[in-house]
Structures are given as C-alpha cells and as structure tokens.
C-alpha cells in the first residue's frame, strides 16, 4: 500500500481543542469549497486521529469551525468503519437508549457514562461532493451521535447529567489543561 492510500499519511498533526476553548461549544458552518483545501483538512484530521489514538475528529477539534469530521471505529461486532463526513446530518438516532463509557480527545484521559442511541444514521457527502449515508449500531453509532454533536457545538460532557456530570467536572478542574480555564 502506498503511503497516499493510507488515511492520514500526508496529513500533519494538529493541535487538539480542549475543553474550555469557545470553539466546542460553536456550530460549525457548511463545507461549500470541495477542493484541495478540503482534502487536506480531512487528512490533518486523520493524521491527528491517529496520533492521540482516537476512533473518530470533528474538525472544530483542531480549531477549524466546519461541518466535517472523519472516524475508525469498529462496532460491537468488531467490524471496523473508516471514512469521513462533510456537512453531516444525523437522520437517525434510535434503539435502545445505553449508558456507556465515553471519552472525548478534547477532554484527554476522562470518559463519563453517556446515554447514546445503539442505532443512528448520518448523511453527508465525501470531500469530492458525492452524497453518502452512513449506517450505524453499537458503538459506531455511538461514535456517530458523538461526532456529529461536535459540529453543533456539544462535547458529551454537555451530555452527563447528575452526579456524573459533577464527578467529570471535577475531574476535569483537576487535569493540567482543565484547571487552566
């Protein structure tokens, strides 16, 4: 395999928007430019992905406000997706509702029990424009609800409630980059 077949091999590593930054908690505006500056934002967000070991990258993550995210993440039956979404619409959330463990890279080393849909549906196009729509069960389309909520200005901290929303900010106010807010 060629390095450019690979997602993220030409892509550089970004830095990460933690929790704190306004930038979270902003709605992403709609890709309308296709091109070239588009290819390389969903391989920065590839490259920096896999770097800090994730399963899925708004690209409000790496500071940039649009409606784009990319993921690698398998679902319950350990089937692995791979792809990536501009101007997502979450067209489907439903199932069961499950409490599970969820973490974030823009809150780093933290997770919090979250209720999330075992079924959702995302529709989109590529970076070349052609229209997709992407199926989702089990943990895939926790990672689905979950990306697509970063592009509407919504971190899953937003999410927990109740004495898990108090444990996870405490949590944060004692991490490095969360006590400097």
């Given at each position: ?6 997602p993220?091999a030409r892509?550089?590593v ?5 929790l704190?930054?306004?930038a ?10 296709f091109?070239?500056e ?18 899925g990258?708004?690209?409000?993550q790496?500071?940039?406000p ?13 089937v692995r997706h791979?792809?990536?979404?501009v101007?997502p619409?979450?067209?489907e ?7 599970g463990?969820e973490?974030?890279l823009?809150?780093?080393?933290l997770?919090?029990g979250t209720e999330r849909?075992?079924h959702a549906?995302?529709e989109?196009?590529?970076m070349?424009?052609?229209?997709i ?9 926790r ?7 970063h592009?509407?200005g ?24 969360g006590?400097?807010?």
């Open positions: 395999m060629r390095n450019g077949s690979i993220g892509g550089r970004r830095p990460l928007t933690l704190g930054d306004p979270l908690h902003t709605p992403c505006a709609d890709v309308t430019d091109g070239p588009l290819a390389a934002l969903v391989e920065d967000l590839f490259a920096t992905m896999y770097a800090a070991n994730g399963v990258l708004a690209a409000n790496v500071g940039e649009l409606r784009v995210f990319v993921y690698d993440c398998p679902d319950d039956e350990d791979l792809g990536h979404v101007n619409r979450l067209v959330a439903d199932g069961v509702v499950l409490r463990p973490g974030c823009s809150l780093p080393g997770e919090a849909y075992d549906v995302v989109g196009f590529t070349t424009g052609d229209p729509t992407i199926h989702g069960t089990g943990w895939f389309a990672c689905l609800q979950h990306e697509c909520d592009l509407e919504t971190v899953y901290a937003d999410r927990v409630t109740g004495w898990r929303h108090r444990r996870l900010m405490r949590q944060v106010a004692r991490t490095s980059w006590s400097q807010g």
